[in-house]
């Protein structure tokens, strides 16, 4: 999840407006699960770590697959150029 402020023209180029430096994306992370043998049901909480200073902004909500090579035993690594990505809300 992650604030995306408005843009406004500012002379020369188009710039947040001010209080919108320290936003970032919001990230959870799971285990590594095996194709063949899926994962159970999982619940997600997401929460901004910070109020916006306006409503000049918007929500996104997006949500990322990576794939993995399994090395040894327990150990993943990403594949490096797979994944996929979607942006499910903006609001």
């Not at 500012?10 to 994962?39: L, M």
């Not at 901004?48 to 690594?77: A, H, Q, R, W």
């Amino acid at each position: 999840m992650a604030v995306v402020p408005d843009v406004f023209y500012q002379g020369k180029r188009y710039e947040p407006g001010d209080g919108y430096e320290q936003f970032h994306s919001r990230n959870i992370r799971t285990d590594w699960f095996v194709v063949a043998k899926g994962c159970a049901e999982q619940t997600l909480e997401l929460s901004l770590n910070k109020i916006p200073p306006d409503k000049n902004f918007s929500l996104m909500l997006s949500v990322g697959i990576n794939y993995g090579e399994i090395k040894t035993m327990g150990e993943v690594n990403q594949a490096r150029y797979a994944g996929s990505a979607k942006i499910l809300a903006m609001g």
